[in-house]
């Protein structure tokens, strides 16, 4: 049986500066620090002794979660710019309300390839390629638990990915998650079935307050 836990990257300085993240790297804050052991230590509980595969974003945020992760669990982990948050391209680290002011939401006949008023930032379709790629790769191992740490935007298309939803059909989908959440994600040995156990779970985290 497989069962794959997506991990959200804990609070990072970009949520309490309240600017653009996307590929702007920055590092966690305390709060994130404490969030993510919790996370690791939830994780240990769910996961036990047995074989686990790390892999994660390369964004500091994402891969700061992830060493804590892999120090809880006594293992390594993988990075990879595939599972970057979507990157904003020239709004990213600038603040939040300069993007809100210029961003423009997607018509239904271009839900994929709009750009979202920034010239320079990445589409939906993009975001989902990369995700989509590396996911069907991580996946196909035959490790069978393995933890992905990625960021709130990307773990909507880490699912969809799971779930063999058309990349098309992405553009319509959104699954919220506060920072330092888990999802879990698994498939039967027998039906082959891939359920989503469950969603963006924050309840092991003190303070469960969204950090944008």
Not at 10 to 30: F, P, R
Not at 187 to 197: G, I, L, P
Request: aromatic residues 6%; glycine residues 8%.
């Amino acid at each position: 049986m497989k069962n794959l836990f997506v991990v959200t990257h804990a609070q990072s300085v970009h949520h309490i500066e309240k600017k653009v993240g996307g590929w702007h790297d920055t590092d966690l804050t305390a709060s994130g620090v404490a969030d993510a052991r919790a996370t690791a230590e939830r994780l240990a509980t769910l996961i036990g002794d047995g074989p686990v595969e790390i892999f994660s974003s390369d964004l500091l945020r994402a891969s700061q979660t992830a060493a804590i992760i892999a120090d809880r669990l006594g293992r390594t982990f993988e990075e990879t710019s595939d599972l970057r948050e979507m990157s904003y391209g020239s709004a990213g680290g600038k603040a939040q309300e300069w993007l809100n002011a210029r961003q423009t939401p997607a018509p239904d006949d271009n839900r994929m390839d709009h750009r979202g008023g920034i010239s320079d930032g990445e589409t939906r379709r993009e975001i989902a390629q990369r995700v989509y790629r590396c996911v069907d790769a991580i996946v196909g191992r035959t490790c069978e638990t393995q933890i992905i740490v990625t960021h709130g935007f990307a773990l909507t298309f880490v699912i969809a990915a799971w779930i063999k939803m058309p990349i098309d059909a992405a553009g319509y989908v959104n699954f919220p998650a506060l920072p330092g959440s888990i999802t879990q994600l698994r498939q039967d040995d027998y039906w082959r079935s891939r359920a989503v156990v469950r969603l963006a779970d924050v309840s092991h985290l003190e303070d469960a307050s969204p950090h944008g």
